[in-house]
């Protein structure tokens, strides 16, 4: 039972992972196969008005909020972790919260709390102050900070865990042996890092990439909405399909490039002793709270408080939406769960078989749909649900209308983040742990159950809660797949600001947020303590 | 630790993934036991619905009460709705598809998704150029898309036609919504139709070098731009407006009726039609006269401070307000026919 990294899978594992990546992928290449005609001109306008615009903004968008998000989740990050100052407690969970508010409800407070006539720019004209100097969100500096604010979380999360993780020893060991403060940060704890933060930034990109609801409230035009546009502007389903697998395309090419440098990162330990904390003086500690709290406000306060400000009070009771909240438990609790499990059996086989090439390719494979917009994944999902109704017959009646379409289609949209979840959280197991555990004579079974479950729960309660946040997020693909009854949170919202019902909206939008506080509270306080977890008595 | 907190959600999540495993069971045993029951008063009629479930409940309400058929909706955009239902071909539960754009109905009729209704009932109460020449769809609801302003500020006589903002004195006074909405992919179409696609293209430059500020995703915060002094003068739908006047009645913007010696002002509807493949067409065709009746035709307007499309239908008193005014008689199926050829256009122009 020992460990044999040079050992390829056996045929039955690869086959039962290749199946579960095909099942995820069908649906995509069943698109892409799907002969449609463009109509003549389609492809002629979109290659000379829109893409050069579009591809130039979705760059721009891109290279933007990734280093935004590496910026402020790292050095947030490396802030809470390391040092302590005023507000610190109560700053270090609450930077992670922004990760409750969907990028489109964000993109929704400030664009409403943001315009011309809400108090803010009303104030800001009563001081005298020229009107076209006030911030217009609605533009692509504003897109990067509303996306930056909602993505960064991610960066943050995982580098915050990376680092308790690891403790304080190398970094202080490097200022020991004559480094400066940037240069030990730059040449120690950043390598060591690397898989976290890199792994963030993925999550980061792959969003930026995949968001309609708040590009269309901001009126930005990247691939996603071109996509959207294709079919439901021009008409050609055709011309969307061709357009997403290109974006699918970019897609890989970000993957391959993380991959590849993440492979390079060398595997860091985790410490014995939790890392200390440099207690900051005077003005930094000044410095620190206020910049901490400037995110904090910017990302969730702010937001969270107009929310509030337009909730109709008097009606409350008739405008909340009871059956929305159990549609999005339900939907995203499926989708968690099954992503995880899938994410287990993923990372286990890879654990067990690190040199196969083939089971790697499948693991890429099953992750593919994290980019693919919400909407084109839902056509993708819902045709080939259908035509295999047509083929069965009654045995597969409602397959396409069922709740199976939609969490299918959610979990090719989030199955990434269940993968990546689960490898983190076996990496937290090392091998010896477990030879220890024989060599102590504990049978395989509650080896497992006394060692293994223990060091692996953290890390798989993490990730079923990030799957879970997503999957109640998800936007497009609901809308179209979820069936008779199951609406949910994220589904009010947009109905309700799409008809412009600015106030009505703030009802679910708020219950979204908050439903999406709890698991990232949870996520903070299992994350708190560094190391595998001693067990039982 | 951890496992007492996590214990009580996994238990609610098991609850939950029941509760949802049942739920489908009781969806499918529906229609067997329906049609045994009572053929002809009761059971349940299945509505696709681009409009939004607050527009449809009072009357839907009323319907059940009158008839005792069960009326279940489905929101969702057209363009899902009308390749879900495409999509599901002959097993399609649905039996009416009301959407709130002509484009849309267009192509739902194109699709071959909608079948012809021959209903003396309906062709009396709805305009012609406000239904399909072959029976497919027919309009529920009329939409005007017209000028806004703040009459104090922005003289009706300085206002004429949707083409006059493309002068240069209105630089810097105008605000449009994103050209990513149907309303306005409509509104081109009809100006492609009427001025031809050069002469539209260039009103639509005027328009993008004369705007105030980045086009607004939504008609609601376009007129509050407007009350606000942020732009002078928008395109916005008008029970947008009657929306905002419901609510505070000092709203000081106001629409203009637009190019009155002239096309008229551009309407679009909201607007139904019964499923090819339903099972029930007989009483789908009886619902949607019912709600083109005069009773319903006010009610159903008045729910969104929309026009009846049958004439002679009372307004409501926030919409009668604005006075009455000249629609553009353009056969409406227009919008769906130009759609692609607008939206191509709104790029070239620059209209985000």
Redesign the interface.
Known sequence: MALNPALPASPALRGVLWGVALLLCAPLLFLALRPGEVPPGLWAHLREVMLPEVLAQTGVLLAGVGAASLLVGIAAAWLVVRHEFPGRRLLEPALALPLAFPAYVLAYVYVAGLSFDAPLATFWRELGLPAVAFPEVRSLSGAVLVLTLTLYPYVYLLMRASLLRQGSAAYEAARTLGAGPVAAFVRVVLPATRAAWLGGLGLVLLETLADFGAMRMLGRDTLTTLVLQSWIGLGSLALAAQLALAMLAAVVLVLAVLLAIGHRASPAGAALRPPERRRLGGGRALLATACAAAIVVLGVAWPLLQLLSWLPWQDLGDAMPWAAMRGTLVVAGLTAVVAVLVGIGFAAARRRHPGDRLLAAAEAAAGLGYAVPGAVMAVAVFWTLSSAEQALGPLANGLSTGLFALVLALLMRFQRVGLTGAAAALAALRPSLMHSAAVLGLPASRRWWRVGLPVLRPGLVAALLLVFVEAMKELPATLMLRPFGWDTLAIEVYTRTNEGLWQEASVPALMLALVGLLPVLLLLRDGAAPGPRRSGP | M?PN??LPLAA??AA??L??CA??AE??AAPDAAPAAAPPIGGTLVIYSER?YPFLEPVFKAYTAQTGIRI?T????A??LI??IA???A?T?ADLLITVDAGNLW?AAERGILRNIASPVLEANVPANLRDAEGRWFGLSERARTLMHVPERVDAATLSTYEALAAPEWKGRLCLR?S?K?YN?SLVATMIERLGAEATREVLKGWVANLA?????????LL??I????CEVGITNTY?LG?LLQEDPAFPVRPFWVDQGGAGVHVNISGAGVIAHSDRPAEAQALLEWLSGEAVQQQFAALNFEYPVKPGVALDPIVAAWGEFRADPVDIAVAGRR??EA??LM??AGW?
């Open positions: 951890t907190r996590l609610a999540l939950l993934f509760a949802a739920r489908p969806d499918a939004r279940e489905r929101v969702d955009g363009d899902a390749e879900r999509a599901e071909g097993t539960p192509q994103s990513a149907v992919q500020a980045p086009p607004f995703a939504d008609d609601t915060l509050r731009a009350a606000a002094g942020q947008y929306r759609q692609a939206v191509m790029n070239e985000r």
